[in-house]
């Protein structure tokens, strides 16, 4: 998740008192919050007092005198990195102190009462489910609403996630970001102030092997088939018309488990796609679709007089990667903090094995870089788990003392309508390069020093690969 602190503004203190700087917090370009600077260093005093001072990042001192407009740009830029490597800590990111201030702060900057109030969340194929949420619900309490307005089993509810997604014109999602533990999702999505933007429930795991977990339960089931048969819908699923017809026959057999086990051995089965995007593979401004699932980054894309075709770039084979963000200049060349600013863009730049001896830098030029790059994250932690011998069911953390509330009103996942004949008009895919999908295991790598560390993400699932994969 990518914290940015890209402005301050002065603004004048209650019932008249001095006025004083405010630092917008952004969180994936977004608006979260508006805190000052005693609450961060509150914040950071009360971390320092659970976790110890050598565990923290360096938080930028007190100034005896008022700061010149230099130095509030100094300490925006210090107290930028601070947060950044607060969230990216495996400790203090997860920390309930992290995390409650971030929600009390978004509350109070949104200005949103604690009252009760209906949420409407989407599943897969846009069936709506109203849950009755106070509006200071952590994302976690909105999930367990969902879960028991559907009947969902309690220990499948780390199976699932709620994202954050923009409905297109078309009908389709547009993926934002998942909801994070650090966010109330009624203030989250009502504050973006437009009905575009919707709640929806998606499976949350990469590995089609936990699909026999979800698949034991009648819901679980029934969840797991709605998305899917969306997804085949949607084009995000490749299926030949010979596999449409056998899917199609499933499907007026009520075969549900039948037609997931087909499902899960067609190609993108389980990912996520984004919108269309650029990337500088393999030649620059190369017009591409990027797909993520499977432990794999899919770029679909058409050169010039050539058919469809498709370069898939493993997790196993990044280095490392990066999402850095930039703010044209308007016309003139300079612009004062926070004032005249353009579209932030965003990229999103891996390093890649291409061959046994051979990094080459691959960049994505999209405004979804940052869902990517948490996409990316996720697959390697649950490669990480699934290495260990740990249990997918584990990396849910559950609150100590929490109680799951169970709806009176039950609502039951709808039978999404038969598949339509598939569209002519999809062309088949080959592959880019047979090179870019073999792996082999071998060695940890770290990251390349040509970017900051707070910059990039360094992959401990990176493997290096032997003659025999070239």
């Given amino acids: 998740m990518h914290f940015s602190i890209p402005e301050t503004e002065s603004r004048s203190g209650d019932s008249g008192g001095s006025a004083y700087v405010a630092y917008n917090i952004h969180v994936n370009g977004v608006l979260h919050c508006r805190v000052r600077y005693s609450q961060l260093l509150g914040l950071h005093e009360q971390l320092r007092k659970e976790y110890g001072a050598n565990v923290l990042p360096a938080f930028p001192p ?13 300490r925006r830029e210090q107290l930028e990195k601070y947060m950044q490597a607060v969230r990216q800590d495996p400790l203090l990111g997860s920390s309930e102190t992290f995390n409650s201030f971030l929600r009390r702060a978004q509350q109070e900057t949104q200005q949103v009462p604690t009252e009760e109030v209906s949420l409407e969340v989407l599943l897969s194929n846009g069936q709506k489910v109203l849950v009755n949420v106070l509006t200071s619900d952590q994302t976690e309490d909105v999930l367990e609403a969902v879960a028991a307005k559907l009947d969902l089993p309690d220990d499948l ?13 078309d009908g389709a999602f547009s993926f934002v970001r998942k909801l994070q533990e650090f966010e109330l999702p009624y203030v989250s999505v009502t504050s973006l ?5 919707k709640i929806v429930l998606r499976k949350s795991y990469w590995d089609s092997a936990y699909d026999d977990d979800v698949m034991e339960n009648r819901v679980g089931l029934n969840l797991l088939y709605a998305q899917t048969v969306s997804d085949i819908e949607r084009g995000w699923i490749l299926v030949t018309k010979e596999q449409h017809r056998q899917l199609k026959s499933l499907q007026e057999k009520v075969s549900k488990k039948e037609f997931l086990r087909l499902a899960q051995t067609l190609r993108h089965y389980g990912y996520l796609r984004f919108d269309a995007c650029v990337a500088d593979f393999p030649e620059k401004d190369c017009p ?29 084979r990044m280095r490392c990667w990066r999402v850095t963000s930039s703010v044209p200049l308007p016309s003139g060349g300079t612009s004062s903090p926070g004032r005249g600013r353009g579209e932030v863009r965003l990229e999103l730049a891996f390093e890649y094995l291409m061959s046994k001896d051979r990094l080459q830098w691959v960049t994505i030029t999209s405004p979804q870089a940052i869902m990517m790059s948490i996409c990316l994250q996720s697959m390697v932690d649950e490669l990480m788990v699934k290495k260990s011998g740990g249990s997918i069911r584990k990396m849910l953390r559950r609150r100590v003392g929490g109680t799951l509330r169970r709806s009176d009103s039950q609502q039951a996942v709808k039978s999404p309508p038969l598949l339509e004949s598939p569209d002519a008009s999809r062309d088949t895919m080959v592959k880019l390069s047979s090179k870019l999908s ?8 770290t990251p390349s020093t040509d970017a900051s560390a707070s910059d990039v993400h360094g992959n401990f699932a990176f493997e290096g690969i032997g003659d025999e994969d070239l």
């Fill in 438 to 445: 073999a792996v082999s295991l071998r060695g940890i790598g």
């Fill in 157 to 169: 509810i780390g199976y699932f996630s709620l994202f954050l997604v923009r409905e297109k014109e």
């Fill in 62 to 74: 007190k100034k005896l005198f008022s700061l010149t407009p230099a130095e509030v740009e100094q």
């Fill in 288 to 316: 591409v679709v990027v797909s993520a699932g499977n432990s794999e980054l899919s770029l679909q894309l058409r050169l010039p007089g050539q058919q469809l075709r498709e370069g898939s770039f493993r997790v196993t």
């Fill in 193 to 197: 102030r437009s009905q575009e933007y």
